[in-house]
Structures are given as C-alpha cells and as structure tokens.
C-alpha cells in the first residue's frame, strides 16, 4: 500500500507545553485540478462515510422521488443528512416514511442515542428511550426505501450490496466522482454499503453535483435548510449558517467536505485520528485563508471547568 505523508495541523498548547497533536490533510481542487494541498495523500483512497449522503440523495432526483412522494424542502435535506435527532429531525423523518406507506421495522440502520446532547437530557428526564428515527442516517434509509417502493424493489435487502439500488448507488457515485477504478467497499456504521476514493475525488463529485442545475433541489435544501442537515453543534450546520453560498458536509473518520458554489471550487479535510474538534477548527481556518467565511463561531481557548483560561488551540495552516 502507498505511504501517506500527514501534515500536522492542530496543536493543544496548555500554559506552554503541547498536550494534544492532530495530523491529516486538506485537498483544494475545482472540477479538472487539485489547487493547493496540506499534506501528501499520494492519491490513496479514504471512505466516504457520511459525506456519501448528497451523492446518494442524487438519485432521489434521477428517479424523480421528490416529485412522486411530493417531498418537502425539509425531507429533501433529511435524506442528505448526519442529523443530531432532535424533534424537528424525528418528525420529518416519520413524516417522509408515512408518505412512502412504510412501518419503521423496515428501516436498517439500527438505534443509537441522539447525537444532540440537548435531546438526550429532555428524552432522559422524560424517561423516553431512543428509537429508529434518532439515528442520524434515518433520513438516508427513508430514502433508499422510497426509491425500491418506486421502482418495485426487495425492500427487506436494501441495504445489500448486489441489490438494484446499491450497485445504482456505486455507479452513480463513480460517475459524480470521476472514478476510472475500483476502490475498496466496506459497510458503514448504519450497516449500507460505503465507498472510498482519493479525497480529489471527493470533492469532484461534490461540484460535479452542487454546481449542476440538475440537482439544484438538493443545493437549495442544503443552503435553505442547514438545521436539517446536522442540527445542534454540528459542523457542516455551523459552516452553512454563517457563511453564504458554502455547502459542508462532514463525515465518521475526520472528514469534511465543502464546496463554494459561486467560485465552483471546494475542499475536503481529513483527519488521521478523527477527532472532531480537530476538524471542525480545521475547516474553519480553511475557509477563512480562503475567504470564504469569515464568522464561524469557534472558542479557541482551553478552560478548567471552572472557566479558567489555561491555553489556546491554533492551526498550521
């Protein structure tokens, strides 16, 4: 296998000494180069996780599921998300399933607690346990469901890899991306098929489908409804709200992807060791060395719990 050279890209500094250390790679490219680099991936593959959901979602449009099921803006961006389980994201969720005519037994991507930390404590204290809808990827299964209602698919084997609609979704994604090769497949933590691919690929695929007008629903739904995308402290929501015209979708395993759809470039972010915290201030540097944003909230500042400032968290970017 080919050696990757990452780049260290975030330092902890508490009251002089370094305590933390986060290395990985930032790709800038538009649709036919890659433009700047920080750290060398020697063009190896990484897997999408979530930020497969978009390119996924392309389908919903290809088939005109949107228009059959007569989705809302709301339920469009349900299907592209990593959302964090709150209410507005639980009743979209079941909102979008009663349309397909489908019981929640048949959704595959298994139970987690909210990723909100917000609606844990209320569902905590309401003695409520999680279920099916809370899991993030709930919106992608709606999804995958409705296109086999459509089009008279098994829906109890959906998540399969030689289904119709996985071996659909893996040409779909190799024609967005730009993808001349077979690259590793692996399943996802929600139990689909997911696929990997250079992080230059990525990113080609992002502006190959938020810079198509054929795909403008899914752009707009991202640009017009970032809460439903991720939800409290989420990234990719953070990025969408305090900016203008920038898509961001974060993915398991220290990625983010983020698109300008008015100067049709867009970068990804790798983190080797998948801390969030390390992506999220990673991504913000970037998009302010670019100037793409320049107000994305972000306490830099290491504190005790009793608020005391004790260091600072900077970037070499």
Known sequence: MTETYPEKLVKYIRDGLVEQEHFGFVVLCNREKIIGTTGETNNCPFYLRSCAKPLQASLLIDFGMDKFFNMTEDEIALCCASHAGEEIHTETAQGLLKKIGLEPNTLKCGLHKPLSKTEQKKMLLNGELENVFHNNC???????LGLCVMNGWDILTYDDINHPLQKLI????????????????????????????PLFNMVKGYLNLFCNPVYEKLTHA???????????????????????????????GGLCIVVNTEKEEGFAVKIC??????????????????????NIPFDRTIKTIHGKVVGEI???L
Request: proline content about 3%.
């Open 170 to 197: 893996k040409q779909k994604i190799y024609e967005l991306c730009e993808i001349k090769q077979n690259y590793p497949v692996t399943s996802d933590g929600c139990g689909v098929p997911i696929h990997s691919m």
């Open 273 to 294: 060791d998948s801390d969030m915290k390390a992506r999220e201030i990673v991504v913000i540097d970037t998009l302010k060395n670019l100037r793409w944003a320049e």
């Open 222 to 252: 991202f640009l017009n409804k970032p809460y439903i995308i991720g939800g409290e402290d989420r990234t990719d929501t953070k990025i969408i709200e305090n900016s203008k015209n920038i898509i961001a979708k974060v993915g398991a």
């Open 314 to 316: 900077i970037t070499k």
């Open 138 to 144: 709930s919106g992608k299964h709606i999804m995958m």
